[in-house]
């Protein structure tokens, strides 16, 4: 069970990678879009975490569900937001920023909480 675990949490954080890394190639860039790597990343996040939940838990591991619950809603949002606007030429900066700063924020619950 502890090696499908860190399978599952390694696919977690090379999503995150994906999705911040889709993000910050576009920093400088006038016209923001949501990429492939942006799309794919957050929805690799929703699956592997809940993936990475069930396991954990049918481990008898100790999980705080109002953490995972946050967790959850963020990453859904993102996801939902990259679903939503994929094929659109542009997205405005905020909407994109926004992205960015969900998926930074998502890392943060899970760092320091």
């Known amino acids: ?38 799309l794919y990343g957050a929805l690799t996040q929703v699956v592997s975490g809940i993936l990475l939940v069930g396991v954990i838990e049918g481990d008898d591991g100790a999980i705080d569900n109002t953490q995972i619950g946050i967790k959850f809603a963020i990453a859904l949002v993102i996801a939902v937001l990259c679903w939503v606007n994929r094929s659109k030429e542009s997205v405005p900066h905020g909407l994109f920023n926004g992205i960015a700063l969900l998926a930074l924020v998502n890392v943060g619950v899970a760092v320091f909480w």
């Open 1 to 38: 069970m502890d090696t499908l675990r860190e399978v599952l949490l390694f696919i977690h954080l090379v999503g995150f990678a994906a999705l911040f890394g889709g993000a910050f190639v576009q920093l400088r860039d006038r016209v923001k879009v949501i990429n492939s790597a942006m």
